[in-house]
């Protein structure tokens, strides 16, 4: 990236581009569309999360989680989630990045003062925040471009998702967020909770559009992996594992007969307490996308689980975790017609598996939403 002489004319600003799957997989879907739009695109390569390792820093920024979500009735997760060191993000990662050679990227970085610099260095003429929860606080102010000083710069929201429905941001951050959000050209969410929240809170107008990844098709996907083709089995893409869960799992498993496949680390790193992290490294995204291609059916409470369970057809249920927001799930499935696929019950779950889903009727509907979003995008051309 330093030794580029082209000028890139587009900055994708997403999140982390690290071992979270719907996450690589959306910022090579939007860098890929805009490509195909003939735009030259680069993606920021950040992650400022390895900053923060220290366990004892780690352990008193829980502890304050834990008082705005009991005492100041905040909706955020009480989980303690150690992140790893940089060193060690490389070993965990190492599968994982081998996608991105797929996408064009700023050498990777470790703090969003960077973007600074990068922006003072290359002079883009549009930047595009988006996809996923950029939105979230924790990702603020650089999310809605504070660092961007010059006029004559086109600043487009795609798909942005603030992750809950409920306004997560402080006074401050809110009169700071509604100034910034004012200098953008075109505003879109991923969550039809999110055109509200923008119209309360920011006092600007957004469009509700599909996330990235929807825009491409499974052959789209499949051109740049290496396909393998397994026997029938069940894909349980389970983020946050609890008893409920994996009855779930191992309940439609045994009534389909099927074995279950995951794509998961072997155990869980726990920064400090891990003893082997050979056994915590994350399978590559070819295993990932090979695991929903070759899907009997789909058992997930990840976002984009769900959101290639569709795309790629398949039955699916959705268990949801509130902690990681539960407005994404109902605005998603609300849109194909299928919020009967979000269920917390095993019987529900059991009734879900003989229950069929109309995939001509949603095939059709993400026909009609993906000719919107690109129009959406086509301002970039103005």
Not at 63 to 92: A, D, G, H, M, V
Not at 191 to 210: F, Q, R, W
Request: aromatic share 12%; net charge positive.
């Amino acid at each position: 990236f330093r030794f580029r002489i082209w000028q890139v004319l587009r900055l994708i600003l997403t999140h982390p581009l690290a071992t979270n799957y719907g996450g690589l997989l959306q910022a090579y879907a939007l860098q890929q569309i805009l490509i195909r739009d003939g735009h030259d695109v680069i993606t920021i390569n950040c992650n400022n999360r390895v900053l923060y390792t220290s366990f004892i820093r780690q352990f008193l920024g829980w502890l304050s989680r834990l008082k705005k979500r009991y005492i100041n009735k905040k909706n955020i997760s009480p989980c303690f989630s150690p992140q790893p060191t940089i060193e060690q993000n490389i070993i965990l990662s190492r599968n994982t990045d081998l996608f991105i050679n797929n996408i064009n990227t700023t050498y990777c970085f470790y703090d969003y003062k960077e973007l600074l610099k990068i922006d003072k260095e290359y002079n883009f003429e549009a930047y595009v925040v988006g996809s996923d929860q950029v939105w979230l606080p924790s990702f603020f102010p650089w999310s809605f471009l504070n660092f961007v000083t010059r006029d004559n710069v086109k600043r487009i929201a795609y798909a942005a998702s603030f992750g809950h429905a409920t306004w997560q941001y402080d006074d401050e951050q809110t009169k700071k967020a509604s100034q910034l959000a004012k200098k953008f050209d075109a505003i879109s969410v991923r969550e039809d909770s999110g055109v509200t929240l923008c119209k309360d809170y920011l006092k600007v107008k957004a469009l509700h559009v599909l996330d990235p990844t929807m825009l491409l098709n499974p052959k789209d996907y499949l051109s740049v992996i290496n396909v393998k083709k397994v026997s029938k089995m069940i894909f349980a893409y389970v983020l946050d594992k609890s008893v409920l869960k994996q009855k779930i799992v191992k309940t439609i498993a045994d009534k389909l007969q099927l074995n279950v496949y995951t794509c998961m680390p072997e155990e869980e790193f726990i920064n400090g307490v891990t003893k082997d992290i050979s056994k915590c490294i994350f399978p590559a995204v070819d295993d990932w996308i090979n695991g929903i291609n070759n899907a009997e059916f789909v058992v997930t409470d990840s976002f984009h689980g769900t959101v290639f369970a569709i795309l790629f057809n398949k039955p699916f249920v959705v268990t949801g975790n509130e902690h990681r927001g539960m407005a994404r799930f109902e605005s998603l499935l609300r849109m194909f017609g299928l919020e009967d696929r979000l269920t917390t019950s095993l019987e529900k779950a059991l009734e879900l598996v003989n229950t069929p889903i109309d995939y001509v009727k949603v095939n059709q509907i993400i026909e009609e939403k993906r000719r919107e979003s690109l129009q959406f995008l086509s301002i970039l051309k103005k």
